[in-house]
């Protein structure tokens, strides 16, 4: 059974930092591009890193360019986001799940269904 965990969310104030770990047990990571999604409240899920399994393609969302960095370790089977200059606009609940690069930018597996909880970032200007 497959369980993702992630975690390291919390209250920043604007211009702080954060880093987002996610867990994977159940399934290995190495072979398979990962990334972190979004969704703030009345919003749709937003793709916002996909790193593929080498770690030698990364892609971000144009919203958190030059701010965010992604990471993995597949021997861990962990996920990391480092987000600094965090912005108001960035608050939401983020997730890790299986990624496709795109030029539309970083998209979901559509038929992936093992969306763990999520881990709540919250801004305050």
């Known amino acids: 059974q497959v369980q993702v965990v992630e975690s390291g969310g919390g209250l920043v104030q604007a211009g702080g930092s954060l880093e987002l770990s996610c867990t994977v047990s159940?399934?290995?990571?190495?072979?398979?591009?990962w990334g972190w999604f979004r969704q703030a409240p009345g919003k749709e899920r937003e793709g916002i890193s996909c790193?593929?399994?080498?770690?030698?393609?990364?892609q971000f969302a144009d919203s958190v360019q030059g701010r965010f960095t992604i990471s993995r370790d597949n021997a861990k089977n962990t996920l990391s986001l480092k987000m600094n200059n965090l912005k108001p606009e960035d608050a939401a609940m983020y997730y890790c799940?299986?990624?496709?690069?795109?030029?539309?930018?970083?998209?979901?597996?559509?038929?992936?269904?093992?969306w763990g909880q999520g881990t709540q970032v919250t801004v305050s200007a």
């Open positions: 159940g399934w290995t990571l190495e072979g398979v591009a």
């Open positions: 790193i593929n399994s080498a770690s030698i393609r990364r």
């Open positions: 799940a299986p990624c496709m690069f795109s030029e539309t930018g970083v998209e979901a597996l559509s038929a992936y269904e093992n």
